[in-house]
């Protein structure tokens, strides 16, 4: 229903209402023209050269931004207490306590490895961050794989006895003889 040709009803101009022309711009401001193959190429470079600017301009920005955080970040450490500078630098070193263990774990976990000469798929599934769970994670793995035999680091001469040092040999009883120790 039009009253007066001029659209729909109650919205024409002599009510204040906005009429819907063709001849108006485009939402976002920019003049709608046509193109021909000349200015398709010259608004490809545009995009590209006005997105380049639009970077460069976040780059700036965000440079700000990380020296103005930076700035904060000093200003809220100069206003803090002793006892929370204390605090803080008590849970550092829990977190560094804490973590000792583990870092014991994969020291024992290398040499082992090393030691018995496991192949790394095999070395996959000690996962232990303890010690002691993962000595028995080893030595479960080393019954299961066979190579539970230790090396056995053989020592000459083990076991048996040295001679006796009151057995005297013919060279030893001349030399005493001879220097008149009989003693």
Do not use: C
């Amino acid at each position: 229903m039009f009253v007066n040709g001029n659209g729909p009803a109650g919205n024409s101009a002599t009510d204040g209402g906005d009429s819907n022309n063709s001849d108006t711009e485009a939402v976002d401001g920019s003049e709608n023209t046509e193109t021909d193959n000349g200015t398709d190429e010259t608004k490809s470079t545009e995009t590209v050269e006005f997105w380049k600017q639009q970077a460069r301009k976040n780059e700036d920005r965000a440079k700000a931004n990380a020296k103005a955080a930076e700035e904060l970040a000093q200003i809220r450490e100069s206003q803090k207490t002793q006892a929370e500078k204390d605090a803080e630098a008590l849970k550092a070193a829990e977190t560094a306590v804490a973590s000792v263990p583990a870092q014991i774990a994969e020291g024992i976990k290398a040499v082992l490895v090393d030691y018995f000469q496991i192949d790394d798929e095999d070395a996959e599934f000690l996962t232990a961050t303890d010690p002691e769970a993962l000595r028995k994670q080893f030595d479960r793995l080393l019954a299961l794989s066979g190579k539970g035999e230790r090396k056995k680091h053989i020592v000459p001469n083990q076991g048996k006895r040295k001679p006796s040092a009151d057995k005297d040999s013919n060279m030893r009883e001349f030399a005493r003889n001879l220097f008149g120790n009989n003693t």
